[in-house]
Nanobody, 122 residues
Framework: QVQLVESGGGLVQAGGSLRLSCAAS????????MAWFRQAPGKEREFVAA???????YYADSVKGRFTISRDNAKNTMSLQMNSLKPEDKADYYC????????????????WGQGTQVTVSS
């Protein structure tokens, strides 16, 4: 059973930066594809970015060029560097993991964390 714990959320002004982290335990981290999803109040969960075991990445168009996903297999952690934040980036951000799936469908990931809140003021 994999446990995921997100951290790093907070309040930032538009144009600012935040770095989210996801710490994983309970599994062989390097075998898992990892992803970030987000959900704003009243909206559907939305794919943000994913990273496969080898470091290959995949981004939603809405964050491409502003966000960078990365992983450290030695430390069992994944990060999301968010730059040039916009008010529309405000959401709860969730870390997800799966051994077999790598993509943008959140329902395909078997594990997820409790989320961390990101608020962007205009």
């Amino acid at each position: 059973q994999v446990q995921l714990v997100e951290s790093g959320g907070g309040l930032v002004q538009a144009g600012g930066s935040l770095r989210l982290s996801c710490a994983a335990s309970g599994g062989t981290f390097r075998f898992y594809a990892m992803a970030w999803f987000r959900q704003a109040p009243g909206k559907e969960r939305e794919f943000v970015a994913a990273v496969i075991w080898s470091g290959g990445t995949y981004y939603a168009d809405s964050v491409k060029g502003r966000f960078t996903i990365s992983r450290d297999n030695a430390k069992n952690t994944m990060s999301l560097q968010m730059n040039s934040l916009k008010p529309e980036d405000k959401a709860d951000y969730y870390c997800e993991a799966d051994r077999k799936y790598f993509g943008s469908n959140g329902d395909q990931y078997d594990y997820w964390g409790q989320g961390t809140q990101v608020t962007v003021s205009s």
